[in-house]
């Protein structure tokens, strides 16, 4: 990854290497010309400089972060960083032990000017991150962010606790304010040693009217015994004895049964609050009687009090979920929690702003928490700088799409959606047993490699195989949504789990598709052990005119035997991708045998039926890509144009098309929306399906152009596609359309002949038990 945003910053000159010795030369003062850097794409540069800071995979990465950091701002000037940039440079700056350097640079940012409490807490790591700390210096610089919205100030009392973040103390008198009764639930595992601070900070709150209560997860002997003499200190609160450990959302469900609290809000066990923040938090809802709920802002900090960041966003202070704070009959109107073992804060407010259409605000923009930093943190390895495990993301997609469906007649609390299997079990490190089959994939591609993925999926889940998902991640889809909704529903197959690199599973079978997957695949580690690797190249490396290049198959392989420990088999997808991909790759790198896509049985009664006393009917349906549709205005009229032969009907794809391409379209074709209606319904209605794209692309296979044959429409493609169809197509161009509609059309005979040719083709290749056959095959053979 580094070499390629260095190759694209400096016109393919320099690689990664390269660029930092030139740099370095240029901080030594050994480059005398300076116009070679200076011409490079500074965006660029800065956003290898983001990728390595964030990456870390050595010590060194982040002194060569700020060798270009401070390239591009001695060439270009301060103003050439961006907003992200000055978060991560002091970032690196304070990892390279210069705290004081980091809060000096970002302070003198236009964005140390708009992020005060930004500045406030590098300040604070200056004071902390030193050999001799003056938290007294420390507690001023915290105390200028709350003075801000006229909250107390706080102290560190050096004696008072095991580390400085246990030795946080308030300055103001608690439990003073009165008001209706607030429940906290602090659900707590194996965690007795930590869980003083936390209640140390709810029974000096200022809200007087509290009921706290700890639910103990099933943790050890040892801890529990700790727990025990902490919680004995404490008589106001209450405990409740799980037994065995059931996850900390099961927890809370359990202490939803006996509070009593008109408000209802959780404190993770290991971290601080503020001593005004319940009552800044009722304050809130009871001076704004139509929000449901609140949360506050954070800032994650070490032992040590020295303040960092866990996941994407660089800003330490950060909204809270863990603080969200509900109106009692929330819980009554919308249900429980998600008995899972993370993340179901997140999905709880969702389905609350899903089911209401109220959004749940974050009150006061300062941390009213500190959240304890450290290896066993619920969230680390999971959420880091610029990643996030993927069973969030995919769970967070899940329920989304399911709050979009939902049924009116079933409650809330009781919509089903898919759970990736490790975030169901409490213990995330169990041994999860063998699977017939993984199939992984970037599920986020919106068009063919997620359906001829999901189809496979299914088709083997159908004949009884334990089928694992395996969620990886391409460059091409950055920014697209996680997976797509038909995703999340194929994973409720009673045979399908949604699995990640990390979780414990074997197979003898892993099929990948899409080779951009494991392109950048060389830093991941998995614990899935599969025997049998094949990956399917659905296009070739590089497309016409030497672009496109996603992948390189000589990178892809040596990144799979890296990951997975296992020679990996490549297969093309078509005979098309085939041709393609022989011609810019080693030959002996790639099966003879194809592995096609398929598509599903026909239902009899979506088998389409020709009428040939009526005017034919020409369509295409396909997802929404200008490089779909023939470049050539003319060309598309020819293909797609209203005219006298035949009536045209078009589903999806035309809204990235230019405006006159699609106003021509539209004012002679029936147009819908992409999957506005069933494929199946589609289909039985069209006599000639169609498919003429741009000269910049080459299709490597058509699952649409399956799905066609399948429902019996005449099929007519661009003669390069004879590879992959063979007989069961026509081939022409958009000019030749017209007479081959005409003379099908003519001849009813002729038209029925070559339909079946089409229906033909796809039994033999593109069905369900010529994949069955290959996937049984391949299980057990290293053919």
């Known amino acids: ?58 010590y060194g990465d982040l002194e060569d972060a700020e060798v270009i950091f401070n390239a591009v701002k001695g060439i270009h000037g301060v103003k050439a960083l961006g907003k992200t940039d000055f978060y991560i440079y002091a970032e690196v700056l304070t990892g390279l032990g210069r705290a004081g350097a980091a809060q000096r640079v970002f302070r003198d940012s236009p964005q140390g000017r708009k992020d005060p409490v930004q500045t406030a807490l590098l300040t604070a790591n200056a004071r902390a991150l030193v050999d001799d700390p003056n938290w007294d210096s420390w507690a001023d610089s915290i105390n200028t962010v709350f003075a801000r919205d006229g909250l107390s100030p706080i102290k560190i009392n050096p004696n008072s606790g095991k580390t400085p973040f246990d030795s946080i103390e308030s300055t103001i008198e608690p439990r003073t304010v009165e008001g209706p009764l607030v429940t906290v639930f602090v659900p707590t595992y194996n965690r007795g040693s930590l869980i003083g601070t936390a209640l140390k900070s709810l029974v000096q709150q200022t809200w007087k009217n509290l009921e706290i209560i700890v639910i103990d997860d099933g943790s050890d002997e040892e801890h529990l015994e700790t727990l025990k003499e902490i919680c004995a200190e404490y008589p106001e609160v209450k405990v409740i004895y799980q037994g065995t450990n059931k996850g900390a959302y099961e927890a809370r469900n359990t202490a939803l049964k006996v509070a009593r609290g008109e408000f209802i809000t959780v404190h993770d066990d290991d971290d601080w609050s503020h001593p005004e923040k319940i009552q800044v938090q009722v304050g809130h809802l009871m001076s704004t009687p139509d929000a449901l709920g609140n949360i506050i802002y954070h800032a994650r900090a070490t032992e040590e009090l020295a303040f960092t960041r866990i996941n994407n966003n660089p800003v330490f202070n950060q909204p809270y979920f863990g603080s969200l704070m509900y109106r009692a009959s929330v819980f009554t109107d919308f249900g429980d929690f998600d008995p899972i073992n993370r993340s179901a804060d997140a999905e709880f407010r969702d389905r609350v702003v899903a089911a209401t259409g ?53 409650p809330w609390g009781d919509v089903e959606f898919a759970h990736p299997l490790n975030m169901i079990d409490p213990n995330r490190k169990k041994d999860h047993g063998k699977f017939d089959v993984i199939f992984a994939t970037d599920f986020a591609f919106p068009g063919g490699t997620s359906q001829l993925t999901l189809n496979e999926v299914e088709a083997a889940a159908n004949q009884g195989m334990r089928v694992g998902m395996l969620l990886l991640a391409s460059p091409l889809n950055a920014g697209k949504p996680a997976v797509t909704k038909r995703t999340t529903r194929v994973a409720l197959h009673e045979n399908v789990e949604v699995l990640t690199l990390d979780d414990r599973v074997t197979t003898p079978l892993l099929v990948v598709r899409h080779p951009s997957v494991l392109q950048f ?25 030497g672009k496109g290049a996603t992948y390189d198959l000589d990178d892809v392989k040596k990144n799979a035997v890296k990951l ?17 991909a022989s011609g810019v790759a080693r030959k002996s790198e790639l099966e003879e045998t ?95 399906w169609a498919y003429f794209h741009s000269e910049k692309l080459t299709e490597s296979f058509g699952m649409s152009i399956v799905e066609a044959m399948a429902h019996g429409c005449l099929v007519v493609l661009p003669p390069y596609m004879e590879k992959n169809f063979g007989d069961g197509a026509v081939y022409g161009s958009p000019e030749e359309i017209e007479s081959i509609v005409d003379r099908f059309w003519g001849e009813p005979e002729l038209y029925r002949e070559q339909v079946e040719k089409g229906r033909r083709k796809v039994e033999e290749m593109y069905s369900i038990d010529s994949f069955t056959e290959r996937l049984r095959h391949y299980a057990q053979s290293d053919e």
């Not at 997975?564 to 393609?580: D, I, N, Q, R």
């Not at 045209?648 to 929306?673: C, F, H, W, Y």
């Open 1 to 58: 990854m580094r070499d390629v945003f260095a190759r694209s910053a400096t016109s393919l000159q320099y690689d990664y290497a390269d660029v930092l010795r030139i740099l370095r030369a240029l901080r030594a003062g050994k480059l005398k010309n300076a116009s070679v850097p200076k011409n490079w794409n500074r965006k660029l540069l800065l956003a290898l400089a983001r990728i390595v800071a964030n990456q870390r995979l050595s």
């Open 358 to 410: 109220k959004p749940i605000p974050s009150v006061l923009n300062v941390p009213l928490a500190f959240i304890r930093a450290h290896s066993n943190s619920l969230t680390a390895g999971e959420i880091s700088r610029g990643y996030i495990d993927p069973a969030r993301t995919f769970y967070q997609s899940s329920y989304g799409y399911a709050f979009e469906d939902k049924d009116p007649d079933v």
């Open 521 to 545: 695949a060389d830093s991941l580690s998995t614990n899935v052990h599969a025997e049998h690797l094949h990956i399917v190249v659905n296009h070739p490396p590089i497309l016409n005119g």
């Open 594 to 688: 194809l592995w096609p896509g398929f598509t599903h049985e026909v239902d009899e009664e979506f088998l389409h039926v020709p009428d040939f006393s009526t005017r034919p009917v020409l369509g295409r349906h396909s997802r929404n890509s200008a490089l779909k549709w023939p470049s050539k205005l003319e060309e598309l009229g020819k293909a797609y144009a209203s005219n006298e032969k035949f009536d045209v009907r078009i589903m999806g794809g035309i809204s990235d098309l230019p405006k006159g391409a699609q106003n021509l379209l539209l004012e002679g074709a029936e147009v819908l929306d992409f999957d506005e209606i069933p494929v199946s319904e589609f289909l039985r209605d069209v006599d000639f």
């Open 564 to 580: 997975f420990g296992v020679e990996p088999h490549f297969h093309a997808e078509s005979g098309v991708t085939f041709a393609l």
